[in-house]
């Protein structure tokens, strides 16, 4: 993965390149001047002929001579200094790594083979072997450590800033040789540094990604400018803070923020990254700790909501690393407390907001669709600014000039809330309309409210300040209650069609579990998923999850309490439209059925709605001979029968090539009364025959 690297106080000119390379050069002559001068004592140590024991790969005296001399055989001109824009590159690492002199040189030594790879082969002669062409701790203590040479070797113990900041890495000894003739490695990510070239190492790939600030609401820029301040007198590499908040509150947005305005790029660790500081701590915090000084990086962790013994040992280490750590969890570093930061979620009006930047100004209708949005969404910064991303390119592939539509941005919303893939239940895309509904004119009216309520909760709790009297109870939650097959289901259908949402139908007998706390984990996942999905919410036969609470006679009793005080106070915080249906009312705890703010009856059809509902079920266009609406009222059904009664003549009718008669009509309504376990005579059912 290639990081881009932030954006440097001042703009690197050409004028910047070329003095860094004016200054390499100088520092490259500092080097060669410091290799002539161990030559010429070599030279005059060496009093047998040196090249006596060396058969192969053989460095002379005049080769070693040419090494050692400047391009071109001139030195380099002496320039003026007129100061870098920020100072050289090389410079600047040193000074933020706070190496010693020695450890300077030692760097420059290790890496300068890199920039001019003749040097190479004159580390070779001046170690007095041509396999050690390359830098080694022996080496640069030779040449610059002098008197101090005992105190200079700590320079490369693993705690040493060389080391611990990743800068040289020793490689692995040759075969008979010691610790002090191991190869010093500078990784290319330090290499491309000095040179003026920032990328960051590619290791990071499988360790961490770059979070895209997005927008955040102004709450949380004041929140996280009184943050910013906070940290900045902390030493960066030390820096710790905890931002706190549900699901939602934008954690990582406000860690972002909070990075901006400390000019620091914010890195999210990712699920691998946690596996890999468990197993090799230390070179993931070298690595951290270099992008750091490097690059100004910050590290944002966020533990998985499953948090087990692994992860939590993870925690541990990245509090000791040497950068700065924003947690998205509870975090607690022994002897030391963390400034912790409270976020909330954002409210409706500031989530228009959010859509408003998400989606641009240039949108045409942005403000009407960052009002729907956030009516039916419930979203927080970093999942508006994912689903606006994805919302434009499904706009790019479908050819449309004017941007995401609403269509586009349903369908990304849909997309990143997952409520598809989820196996608690059926996602349903209804398309019902009121037309379809035969119901009583005062259940009709009730169901026409619920939209209302659903549609304008935003005006009411936010903009006219209702939402301030009422803490809780801001979503809408409604009880269906009648016989089976007078129309509950087909009501939460066309509900969900005038709103606009997708109705996700859950699936009793997989949420409902006999294992401890199971139960309320999957219905956690359902509401979860739901609120992101913006869809509405039904449960068929409520009686099995809001029974009657019992009186407490055993553990089991104890536990079906917390199930249905759970989902109490889970339908109370939902923001959306619950339904719940049922045809047993009575077996309704009564604390439940105080909360519903709708408690819709649909009554057994009488008479005249029947009649009404069997001319509902033949479309116009389908061929009907004379059909008796009024002696087919006559037959007690519920609106479902009727349905399944009309489909299974119109399909013996298609059968027959004909069209749907009076005959093909009874003989079906005769079959969903034995289906029902009704005894009848079949002279009832006879074409011409009694009356029902």
């Not at 611990?164 to 692995?172: E, K």
């Not at 109370?572 to 909360?595: I, M």
């Not at 009874?666 to 074409?687: I, M």
Request: glycine letters at 8%.
């Amino acid at each position: 993965m290639t990081i881009a690297a932030p954006e440097p106080s001042v703009a690197r000119s050409r004028s910047w390149y070329r003095e860094n390379d004016a200054s390499l050069e100088r520092e490259l002559a500092r080097l060669r001047q410091t290799l002539r001068r161990r030559q010429a004592q070599l030279r005059a140590e060496w009093q047998h002929d040196p090249l006596a024991s060396r058969r192969a790969g053989i460095v002379s005296d005049a080769e070693a001579e040419w090494l050692s001399r400047e391009p071109n055989d001139e030195p380099p001109e002496v320039l003026a200094w007129p100061g870098l824009e920020g100072g050289s590159a090389f410079d600047g690492l040193a000074c933020a790594a706070g190496l010693t002199p020695f450890e300077r040189s030692a760097l420059f030594t290790a890496l300068a083979p890199s920039l001019d790879p003749r040097l190479a082969l004159l580390y070779g002669y001046l170690q007095d072997d041509p396999g050690l062409s390359y830098a080694t701790p022996e080496l640069a203590l030779t040449l610059f450590a002098g008197q101090a040479r005992p105190l200079a070797r700590d320079s490369f113990l693993p705690a040493a800033p060389l080391r611990s900041l990743g800068l040289v890495r020793l490689g692995r000894a040759r075969v008979g040789t010691g610790v002090l003739l191991r190869p010093l490695e500078v990784p290319t990510r330090i290499v491309d540094h000095v040179r003026g070239v920032d990328r960051a190492d590619a290791e990071l790939g499988g360790l961490a990604r770059v979070v895209d600030v997005p927008s955040a609401p102004p709450g949380h820029e004041v929140l996280a400018e009184r943050a910013a301040r906070g940290l900045r007198a902390e030493s960066p590499a030390r820096a710790r803070l905890v931002l706190l908040g549900p699901e939602g509150s934008g954690r990582e947005a406000a860690a972002g923020v909070v990075c901006a305005r400390l000019g620091w790029q914010l890195l999210r660790l990712g699920p691998e990254g946690l596996d890999q500081i468990v197993e090799w701590p230390h070179a993931v915090g070298a690595l951290l700790a270099r992008e750091h000084l490097l690059g100004r990086v910050a590290l944002y962790v966020e533990l998985p909501r499953e948090r087990s013994a692994r992860c939590l040992t993870a925690l541990d280490r990245v509090a000791a690393f040497e950068c700065p750590v924003i947690f998205g969890t509870p975090a607690v570093i022994a002897g030391r407390a963390i400034p912790t930061v409270a976020l909330r979620k954002p409210d409706a009006s500031e989530q228009r907001y959010l859509w408003r930047c998400a989606l641009g100004p240039e949108l045409r209708d942005v403000d009407a669709l960052s009002v729907e949005l956030a009516e039916r969404f419930e979203l927080g910064p970093t999942d508006i600014d994912a689903v606006a991303r994805s919302a434009r390119a499904k706009a790019q592939l479908a050819g449309s000039a004017d941007g995401p539509g609403e269509q586009h941005l349903r369908e990304a919303c849909r997309e990143h809330a997952g409520v598809d893939g989820l196996p608690l239940g059926t996602l349903l895309r209804p398309s019902a309309c009121w037309s379809d509904l035969v119901l009583p004119a005062d259940a009709m009216d009730e169901l026409r409210e619920i939209g209302a309520h659903v549609r304008h909760r935003t005006t009411v709790f936010s903009d006219w300040g209702f939402g301030a009297r009422a803490c809780r109870g801001r979503g809408v939650a409604v009880l269906f209650a009648g016989p089976s097959g007078t129309g509950k289901t087909l009501a939460a259908e066309i509900l969900a069609t005038e709103l606009g949402s997708d109705l996700f139908q859950a699936d009793l007998s997989t949420i409902v579990n006999k294992y401890v706390g199971e139960t309320e984990k999957h219905l956690a996942q359902v509401f979860r998923a739901a609120e992101r999905g913006g869809v509405t919410l039904f449960f068929d036969e409520a009686e099995a999850l809001f029974g009657r609470r019992t009186e407490v006679q055993e553990s089991r009793d104890r536990l079906s309490n917390l199930e249905i005080d759970f989902l109490l106070q889970r339908i109370e915080q939902y923001r959306g439209l619950v339904v719940l249906a049922t045809n047993r009312k009575g077996d309704l705890d009564p604390a439940f059925l105080r909360r519903l703010r709708f408690s819709v009856d649909f009554p057994f059809p009488d008479r005249g709605l029947r009649r009404k509902l069997w001319r509902h079920m033949f479309p116009r266009s389908a061929p009907v001979d004379h059909l008796d609406w009024d002696r087919l009222a006559a037959f007690e059904l519920a609106g479902g029968n009727i349905r399944n009664a009309a489909l299974r003549a119109a399909f013996r009718a298609a059968d027959a090539g004909g069209a749907v008669t009076m005959s093909l009509v009874l003989g079906a309504v005769e079959k969903e009364y034995r289906k029902l376990g009704f005894a009848v005579a079949r002279s009832l059912f006879a074409n011409g025959g009694a009356q029902a």
